[in-house]
């Protein structure tokens, strides 16, 4: 989940009053900066721009996209650049106010609500360093000095790091920052896309005569997302109209107490699926009995899921809609780390390999190691996963084998065609690569389990 700055600035309490001044003071010392530099990206007032702009990962909130872990990467220098590129288009075009962090959504490519949310988190974070005060000193909970990057910046737009006296995070041995849950979202308001389509619909005559677009054509996902950042950098004015009128719109945070995508959960219900699990996983010696180890853990997954509650965690609460692939890797990562615990192996979820990113990495020492790949059966990209990402992996790590976790949740998941494809596909990549490749096949099916008593 993010914190989204809407939220925050349509809040009642007058404590988050000041977000929106804090936010447009910040970007106003950045464009200044930029229209200083004339364009020029090599001039000291750019690369102070550039600076600024530059936002840590705030792993004291522990949101975002990285689960198991608030080590995420934040906006580094890159996107710090993109940021004052985007910076330098409103300023060509006269626009001198950025009232909105989402702006840049629709300048910069990579630009996500994730990093949105982290450059939004940064520029305000001494608003929730106070906050958290308050709660600390109401509940009497225990804080220690923690070293909290950027936890201010000056009106000439330099950060301050500080040491606070903060809860202290058991991750990350940091500090813990806490955020109101009326201002946490799922998912995204602003994007590239979004943009083109409302575009389309209420600036098609721009789109049509000023900037040539042939509206009829039919594009991806993708390609109107580069239409739309393409429409923000040659008409600026449109992008904040767009912004201006989701602002407008209805304001809902994420049901945090509910969780209807057990996006808040996910870890409970693995570390109970763990506690449950009856085998012995301690560590095995060889690289061979480490393979048969790791199996060991994805057949313990996959019974936790058939034979007992677990299936029940893998669908909302009305049984109508299973959970997304990320929120099923997640639980099943939560479990495997408790076995991990207890016989001194690493896991690694989403590692970057090489070629992106892997699910989960075990590894004792550097001889016993394995991959496993969570996928959904019924996913169309099921066979491009397969026949490209866990292969490169193991190549680019010279890892022996892996395996597939292969979940299904209706019949024509589990229909024999569909399964010897697998196989199929599995044991062809094995050949070729020369790598162990084995599917192991998750019945997440809601309407096939039998009940506790017949158990």
């Known amino acids: ?133 308050q709660v600390v000193q109401r509940h009497g909970i225990t804080t220690a000095d923690v070293m909290v990057k950027h936890a201010s910046w000056t009106k000439q737009g330099r950060w301050n790091d500080r040491r606070l006296p903060l809860p202290k995070s058991p991750a990350t041995k940091g500090g813990v920052l806490l955020v109101p849950e009326r201002f946490l979202k799922d998912i995204p308001r602003v994007t590239a ?116 509650d677990l299936w029940k965690a893998l669908w909302n609460e009305n049984l109508t809609k299973h959970r997304d692939e990320k929120i099923v890797q997640a639980i099943a990562g939560s479990m495997w780390v408790q076995q991990c615990k207890a016989a001194n192996v690493d896991i690694s979820k989403e590692p970057n390999m090489g070629r992106g990113p892997v699910d989960f990495k075990f590894s004792a020492g550097w001889t016993k190691r394995a991959l496993v790949e969570v996928k959904f059966i019924g996913s169309t990209k099921f066979f491009q996963g397969a026949e490209k990402q866990l292969p490169q992996y193991l190549k680019t790590e010279k890892i022996t084998g892996g395996y597939y976790l292969c979940v299904g949740f209706t019949d024509n998941d589990f229909s024999k065609l569909r399964l010897d494809r697998v196989r199929d596909t599995c044991k062809a990549l094995s050949d070729q690569k020369g790598v162990k490749m084995e599917p192991i096949f998750v019945d997440a099916r809601n309407d096939n389990k039998p009940s506790a008593s017949k158990i």
């Open 1 to 133: 989940m993010y914190v989204d700055p809407f939220l925050v600035f349509d809040d009642s309490d007058p404590y988050w009053s000041d977000t929106r001044f804090q936010l447009t003071q910040f970007f106003g010392l950045a464009l200044d900066l930029v229209a200083n530099s004339g364009g020029d990206n090599k001039s000291p007032a750019w690369k102070k721009a550039e600076r600024m702009l530059t936002f840590p990962e705030p792993k004291e909130f522990a949101l975002g996209l990285s689960m198991g872990h608030p080590e995420g990467s934040g906006t580094g220098k890159d996107f710090a650049r993109r940021m004052a590129e985007a910076l330098n288009i409103l300023n060509t075009h006269s626009i001198d106010t950025v009232k909105y962090v989402e702006a840049f959504a629709l300048f910069c490519d990579g630009m996500g609500v994730d990093r949105i949310s982290d450059a939004f988190c940064n520029i305000v974070k001494g608003l929730f360093i106070d906050y958290t005060g």
């Open 193 to 308: 896309d979004g943009f083109w389509g409302w575009a389309e619909t209420n600036e098609s005559s721009v789109l049509r005569d000023d900037l040539n677009y042939d509206l009829e054509e039919s594009l991806t996902k993708r390609k109107k997302a580069e239409r739309g950042r393409a429409v923000a950098r040659a008409r600026p004015e449109i992008a904040m109209r767009y912004i201006e009128v989701i602002e407008s719109g209805a304001l809902l945070p994420y049901d945090v107490e509910t969780d209807p995508k057990l996006l808040v959960g996910w870890a409970e219900a693995g570390r109970e699926a763990a506690a449950a699990a009856a085998a012995d996983l301690a560590q095995p010696k060889t690289a061979d009995e480490f393979m048969e180890w790791v199996k060991g853990l994805a057949n313990e997954f996959k019974a936790a899921v058939e034979d007992t």
